[in-house]
């Protein structure tokens, strides 16, 4: 692996802004599994008056799942960044090992994939999908 070329002063704002963004995330999670836990009490304690709305309380409650995972993932994105910057391997390319440009990483700073392999990536995953129809 070759040395990527951030300096101490990116590297460190980086990861504060790394940092931030965990912290700001498992915020929205605690915030989050406090209203499912909060919304179930109150489904348990409601009578379900027909099918319609049976159907409209499980539409809501995988919404709110879903997202509870999204924000569990984008958490450990966040911490697989800070390991990366603490192995010395932040910034550089999980695919190409070419470095990440420091813009692409100022506007996601939990980037693994350069600009290029990261739009191979998403042109494969699209092909994949629509070969699946």
Do not use: W
Request: a negative charge; one cysteine or more; aromatic letters at 2%.
């Amino acid at each position: 692996m070759k040395p990527c070329c951030l300096s101490d002063s990116q590297l460190s704002t980086l990861k504060r802004e790394v940092q931030s963004l965990e912290e700001q995330l498992q915020a929205d999670l605690e915030a989050e599994q406090s209203d499912k836990k909060a919304e179930l009490s109150l489904v348990a304690s409601s009578e379900v008056l027909d099918r319609a709305e049976a159907v409209n309380v499980a539409v809501g409650q995988q919404t709110v799942l879903s997202h509870i995972v999204q924000l569990e993932e984008e958490i450990i994105e966040c911490r697989n960044a800070l390991q990366r910057i603490e192995d010395g391997r932040y910034g550089c390319c999980g695919s190409c090992d070419e470095e990440i440009e420091l813009n692409r990483l100022m506007a996601n700073p939990v980037a693994i994939l350069c600009v290029g392999c990261q739009s191979q990536y998403e042109l494969h995953r699209t092909d994949n999908k629509a070969a699946s129809f």
